[in-house]
C-alpha cells in the first residue's frame, strides 16, 4: 500500500473516532404514568441523543406518551389537527410497561408532553422534554 493511501487511511480512521467521540451518549429514562400525572414530569436529554424511554403504566387506565415537534402548541382535547406535529410517541396498557427507542431532536429547547387521551393532559398530565 502507498504512503499517501497509508496516510489518507489513518486520517479517516482519526476523523471517523473524533465524530463518534462528539456524538452524544445514548439515554435511558424511565416515567411512571398515573391518573394523572407524569413522574417525572420533565425530562432532560442531549440534542440527538438516542433516548430509551420505558412508560410503566401504574394508573387505572391505558396512557399515552406523546412529545411534540418544538413550538407546537396541542389543542385541547387532543384530536386528529394534532397528530402530524407529534415526534415520538409510545402507549403503555394498565399495569404493564412498554419501551421504546427515538432520536431526541436536533434543536435545543422545550418540547411538550402530554397524554392525549380524552381529559388526561386536561386533567394535568403534561410534562416537558428538555433538549440540551
Excluded at 401504574?58 to 385541547?76: A, C, D, I
Excluded at 421504546?100 to 388526561?120: D, M
Aim: aromatic share 10%; proline share 7%; charged share 20%.
Amino acid at each position: 500500500m502507498s504512503r499517501n493511501r497509508v496516510e489518507g487511511f489513518l486520517i479517516l480512521t482519526g476523523l471517523t473516532l473524533a465524530l463518534v467521540a462528539c456524538a452524544p451518549k445514548p439515554v435511558a429514562v424511565s416515567v411512571v404514568a398515573y391518573d394523572f400525572f407524569f413522574d417525572p414530569d420533565t425530562i432532560e436529554v442531549p440534542a440527538g441523543a438516542e433516548v430509551t424511554l420505558t412508560l410503566i403504566n401504574r394508573g387505572r387506565n391505558e396512557h399515552v406518551w406523546l412529545v411534540f415537534e418544538k413550538g407546537y402548541t396541542p389543542t385541547f382535547p387532543y384530536d386528529e389537527d394534532d397528530a402530524p406535529h407529534v415526534f415520538a410517541r409510545t402507549i403503555a396498557d394498565v399495569t404493564s410497561q412498554e419501551t421504546f427507542t427515538f432520536t431526541a431532536p436536533s434543536e435545543k429547547g422545550e418540547y411538550t408532553i402530554i397524554c392525549s387521551l380524552p381529559e388526561h393532559a386536561e386533567k394535568g398530565m403534561i410534562g416537558m422534554l428538555v433538549v440540551k
